[in-house]
């Protein structure tokens, strides 16, 4: 047997272990900078003051996530509980990205809308499989901004529908997202169709897998992720002041990603089909355990 030949078998035997490892630092990238722009993020200071009841101020520019009077009857019964969270989601989490929208109203809220330069927009949609308020299903709009007046990046969510009061609740209080109520249908599982619905609304998302799905652990020594302050999650809260997130605990967490094909089917409000347009768009499917935050702090 040649040297040559040796060579190549023995590069055909050790391409398998190499394309896992491979796979498995993609994987690490793309599920971190998942945790890291798209999730719920943790805390930087979190405050010395703010009222229990700072949920029902919490309104939103997209008319389906205001809350009602059942509503508000509804979300009144559930307990407060504060960080830190512990999520998984087994069922999945479908994120994608959108263009920005570019004409029309601002999305954003008067309190972070000056100077903001539109970047993109994302949705996601999910069924928590494990949080501290129980199991719950959800769907989310998402904006992503620049300013050019105290450079940065940011993010708000204007629209988080849920089906769990629980949740709904305090949601609203530690994070300042405008969770509301919604009936859901569906799973968010790689090939099936998730889907929320209200009176005269509704938003449906699909998922069709591309590729195979990669899986990987983060070690228990990343814990907290921290972001710079020009990285930042901004959710209005007129009880408590503007909300800035900017860090997630990651170590440990475990989970999959695959890329996928994403459709949405909206229907409702002219803001809520500019936030999350009907179409095709290109985005992923990730299952992951042990997502942790905790509350965020304020300006």
């Known amino acids: ?3 040559n030949t040796t060579v190549r078998e023995q590069g055909r035997r050790y391409a398998p272990r190499r394309n896992r490892r491979i796979g498995n630092v993609i994987a690490a990238v793309l599920l971190a900078g998942f945790a890291m722009n798209t999730t719920s993020p943790a805390a ?19 008319p389906e996530a205001r809350l009602t009077d059942s509503m508000r009857q509804q979300i009144r019964k559930g307990p407060d509980v504060g960080g830190s969270w512990d999520l998984s989601s ?26 903001a330069l539109p970047l993109a927009k994302y949705g996601f949609a999910t069924r928590y499989s494990n949080t501290p308020v129980g199991p719950y299903n959800e769907i989310t709009g998402m904006l992503s901004y620049a300013r050019l007046r105290n450079p940065g990046m940011f993010a708000h969510s204007p629209f988080m529908v849920v089906d ?10 530690n994070w300042g997202f405008p969770k509301s109520l919604a009936d859901f249908v569906g799973t968010p599982r790689i090939g099936e169709t998730l889907t929320a619905s209200g009176e005269g609304w509704s938003v449906s998302v699909s998922s069709k897998p591309l590729l195979f799905d990669i899986h990987m652990t983060l070690p228990e020594f990343l814990g907290y992720i921290q972001m710079p302050e020009q990285i930042s999650f901004e959710q209005p809260s007129p009880a408590c002041g503007t909300k800035k997130m ?6 440990g967490m475990s989970g999959s990603v695959q890329v996928a094909l994403i459709t949405v089917k909206t229907e409702g409000s002219d803001e809520l089909r500019a936030l999350l347009p009907s179409g095709v768009y290109p985005g992923g499917y990730i299952t992951f355990d042990h997502l942790g935050f905790d509350k965020p702090g304020m300006n």
């Open 1 to 3: 047997m040649t040297r």
């Open 44 to 62: 930087v200071a979190a405050p010395n003051h703010c009222e229990t009841n700072a949920w029902e101020s919490i309104t939103s520019t997209i």
């Open 90 to 115: 087994t069922d999945g989490f479908v994120i994608w990205a959108m263009a920005p929208r570019l004409g029309g109203p601002s999305l954003l809220p008067k309190e972070v809308a000056d100077g």
């Open 164 to 173: 769990s009061p629980e949740t709904a609740k305090n949601g609203r209080n």
């Open 246 to 251: 900017r860090s997630l605990r990651l170590g």
